[in-house]
């Protein structure tokens, strides 16, 4: 259980198109989800966190107007990059977190379970 | 300032050795600490968690400590093969609130 998919797994785009990645949790109901981009050889850089029916709350520096986020489901959220260029080029990365059942283990821990990435090349 | 450091940055040991990975953290009150692996352009899997009562707990060939008083956490990994090959991140969750606290983990290559 606990599955989290991206779609698409990867895409090339031409800059100043926009660019959707969705996220979906496919066996768990997920209040919230995070999004993540990372850079070659870098760690995960957190760029928001968005929780079901709410707007997104944007880490420092990352552009709210450029990153849309919508959560509109407790089972899907989407990424879109707005007007895309090449600095936009990274791995972007989604996680979900299970809503709080009470004694199950994954609620316990509060895990938070990784999308497989999503690579973004901006030509 | 809640920092999560790893060392070291980058390893290469021979296929079928043992390794130690080192995780430091100021987050503070802590809540639980968990190790990642992520492959090569795919996202993290969850290795191990612990919380901050916890001092050991394995995996298969993945063992991983916390001394919560020191603030420091290791991943063993025993014998290791080539499929072990990836990164490893260290994430500490604090007591309260939503962050979650990276390092900027350690690429491991596994050579034959």
């Known amino acids: 259980g606990a599955v989290v998919s991206q779609h698409p797994s990867w895409v090339i785009c031409k800059s100043g198109t926009s660019v959707k990645i969705e996220c979906r949790s496919l066996?768990?109901?997920?209040?919230?989800m995070f999004w993540y981009r990372q850079f070659p050889k870098q760690s995960l850089m957190l760029m928001a966190t968005s929780n079901e029916g709410s707007k997104a709350t944007y880490e420092q520096g990352v552009e709210k107007d450029k990153f849309l986020i919508n959560h509109a489901s407790l089972t899907l959220s989407t990424l879109t990059v707005t007007s895309a260029h090449p600095e936009d080029s990274s791995f972007y990365i989604c996680?979900?977190?299970?809503?709080?059942?009470?004694?199950?283990?994954?609620?316990?821990?509060?895990?938070?379970?990784f999308g497989p990435g999503t690579r973004l090349t901006v030509l | 300032k809640n920092q999560v450091e790893q060392s070291p940055q980058s390893l290469i040991i021979l296929e079928g050795k043992n390794c130690t990975l080192q995780c430091n953290y100021t987050v503070s009150p802590f809540s639980n600490l968990r190790w990642y692996k992520q492959d090569t352009g795919r996202g993290p899997v969850s290795l191990t968690i612990m919380t901050f009562s916890e001092n050991t707990k394995s995996n298969g060939r993945y063992t991983a400590t916390l001394d919560a008083d020191t603030k420091q956490s290791s991943l063993h990994i025993t014998a290791s093969q080539l499929s072990d090959s990836a990164s490893y991140i260290c994430v500490v969750r604090p007591f309260t609130g939503n962050q979650f606290y990276f390092g900027t983990g350690t690429s491991l290559t596994v050579i034959p």
């Open positions: 996680s979900a977190r299970d809503r709080d059942q009470g004694s199950g283990t994954s609620s316990f821990y509060n895990e938070q379970f």
């Open positions: 066996d768990f109901q997920a209040t919230t």
